[in-house]
């Protein structure tokens, strides 16, 4: 089993559309967890970052299930440039340290 | 603008060479380094952890005689991949981890990656 799992997608959703990403993780101990983005054949640059109260940024709302060992990403109102792959992360410890990185959910939004 | 540089960004050559990848954190020091390597479709992959002035830390299943770390100045961490194979066609990408200009969050960033095909 995969440490950190995603829905690879892609999700294809016309703009002004709201998407929601899952991604699970096993690791019960984890104590960091992100969303990156990632643009084709180009370096992840970080999102944000999550907590268990949840948290947003603008458009971009994440939630964390601790129990369920679950975290969520809510993009609102979908632009062009959103269209990427969106990396589920989770480190075994605070800050930034070790990353576990998911393989990703891929998103294309469209006219 | 870019906090961590890699070179080069891409490189191709004959199996049983030697590939150096430097990855140079800008603008901040990096008390620790990453090395992670992503197949085609598949997730980042950390390879190891390099302290400055320490031996690299490397994860399960990765050769620490093929792949040489060194991670000689706050700034400055070196990937060699020795003898290369075709198996070994990958993008590396480096991260440093540390705080830009005075700031109190600790980040770590990405390189732009270094592509590797190997013949």
């Known amino acids: 089993r995969k440490e950190v799992e995603q829905d690879p997608g892609p999700f294809n959703v016309p703009e002004g559309a709201t998407v929601a990403f899952n991604c699970t993780y096993s690791?019960?101990?984890?104590?960091?967890f992100f969303w990156y983005r990632q643009d084709c054949r180009k370096e992840p640059k970080l999102l944000m970052s999550?907590?268990?109260s949840g948290n947003e940024d603008g458009r971009f709302t994440a939630q964390l299930n601790r129990a369920s060992q679950y975290i969520s990403l809510l993009i609102r109102d979908s632009k062009l440039s959103d269209s990427a792959t969106y990396l589920c992360?989770?480190?075994?410890?605070?800050?930034?340290?070790?990353?576990?990185f998911g393989t990703g959910t891929r998103l294309l939004v469209s006219p | 603008g870019a906090v961590v540089s890699q070179h080069p960004s891409r490189v191709i050559c004959k199996s049983g060479t030697s590939v150096k990848i430097e990855c140079r954190s800008l603008?901040?020091?990096?008390?620790?380094m990453f090395w992670y390597r992503q197949f085609p479709k598949q997730s980042l992959m950390l390879m190891a952890t390099?302290?400055?002035?320490?031996?690299?830390?490397?994860e399960q299943g990765v050769e620490k005689d093929k792949f040489l770390i060194n991670h000689a100045s706050l700034t400055l961490s070196t990937l060699t991949v020795t003898s290369a194979h075709p198996e070994d066609s990958s993008f590396y990408i480096c991260?440093?981890?540390?705080?830009?200009?005075?700031?109190?969050?600790?980040?770590?960033?990405f390189g732009p990656g270094t592509r590797l095909t190997v013949l």
């Open positions: 991260s440093a981890r540390g705080m830009l200009g005075g700031g109190n969050t600790d980040t770590q960033y």
């Open positions: 690791n019960s101990a984890s104590q960091s």
């Open positions: 999550v907590y268990s």
């Open positions: 992360v989770v480190s075994p410890n605070t800050g930034f340290q070790k990353l576990v």
């Open positions: 603008d901040f020091q990096a008390t620790t």
């Open positions: 390099s302290n400055e002035g320490s031996k690299a830390t490397y």
